[in-house]
């Protein structure tokens, strides 16, 4: 027997990889304004009603209630990337939410999941063979961004009740 809270979506399939899909994109377009040389500020206040005002995007999930269990996951990659290398962290997560946005399409169109992540698995190989000495900062770091997502993507166990 599942316990869980009332009102929890138990839904599964189709549905529900859109809707982890959708949470995720509102995530990125609260960060979205944030990056870049024109990058505008937050003003974010909480429930005490204590306001704080920054662009940087490992602040503004910290400070940002998120329950979605797919958008948490978003949030947990950026802190990895914060731990890790100290910046970057509204850049992974606008990089992580535009590849979701694209494969949005693939997934109402039934196509498996198995199958898209082979897709990024196979199209990281083949940066790394058409670019193997002559990858810009920027490029380096989107296959660093893959491999990290590659690293911490999440797998179901199916014969696992919870």
């Given amino acids: 027997m599942v316990l869980l809270k ?9 549905g529900q990889l859109l809707s982890n ?32 005002i920054t662009n940087d995007g ?3 999930l910290k400070l940002l209630d998120i ?17 890790e ?19 949005k399409g693939y997934i109402e169109e039934d ?9 990024f698995r196979q199209a990281a190989q083949l940066v790394r063979v058409v670019f193997p000495n002559t990858l810009l900062l ?3 770091h989107f296959i660093q961004c893959i491999d990290r997502i590659e690293e911490i993507q999440i797998s179901i166990d199916r014969s696992d009740p919870e």
């Fill in 6 to 14: 009332e009102g929890t979506d138990t839904s599964q399939g189709k």
């Fill in 21 to 52: 899909i959708s949470a995720c994109l509102a995530i990125s377009q609260t960060l979205a304004t944030t990056l870049g040389p024109r990058g505008m500020d937050k003003l974010i206040v909480n429930d005490r009603g204590e306001a704080q």
């Fill in 58 to 60: 490992a602040t503004i």
């Fill in 67 to 83: 329950v979605h269990p797919a958008a948490r996951t978003l949030v947990d990659i950026a802190r990895a990337q914060d731990a």
């Fill in 85 to 103: 290398v100290g910046d970057g962290t509204t850049s992974v997560v606008l990089i992580a939410a535009q590849l979701l946005k694209e494969i």
């Fill in 111 to 119: 196509m498996s999941p198995h199958i898209i992540m082979k897709g």
């Fill in 138 to 140: 920027v490029n380096l």
